[in-house]
């Protein structure tokens, strides 16, 4: 089994900063893609950035040039740094993963708990 767990979440004002980290373990032979989504009340989820295994980004316009996704293949830890914060970032945020595990043929898709990000104005 593959545990994603998230942290970081928190109360901030608008303009300022909070970086979330996920770790990923249990039985993991490679993981593969990353992605960080995020749910605001009564709304659908949505992705907010992603990461491949080689490294390449992409980003929801939304966040673009505000928030950086990066990861620490060595300790299985993951990163979402969001910088001048709106009000309209406020939502739980899920990190997801694309995990082959030891012994699987195939990669499974794994989600964190979640953690909630407000932004007060």
């Known amino acids: 089994q593959v545990q994603l767990v998230e942290s970081g979440g928190g109360l901030v004002q608008a303009g300022g900063s909070l970086r979330l980290s996920c770790v990923a373990s249990?039985?993991?032979?490679?993981?593969?893609?990353i992605n960080w989504y995020r749910q605001a009340p009564g709304k659908q989820r949505d992705l907010v950035a992603a990461?491949?295994?080689?490294?390449?980004?992409n980003y929801a316009d939304s966040v673009k040039g505000r928030f950086t996704i990066s990861r620490d293949n060595a300790e299985n830890t993951f990163y979402l740094q969001m910088n001048s914060l709106k009000p309209e970032d406020t939502a739980v945020y899920y990190c997801?993963?694309?995990?082959?595990?030891?012994?699987?043929?195939?990669?499974?898709?794994?989600w964190g708990q979640g953690t909630q990000v407000t932004v007060s104005s």
């Open positions: 997801n993963a694309n995990v082959l595990r030891i012994g699987a043929m195939y990669e499974g898709h794994y």
């Open positions: 249990g039985y993991i032979f490679r993981i593969n893609a």
């Open positions: 990461i491949t295994s080689g490294g390449s980004t």
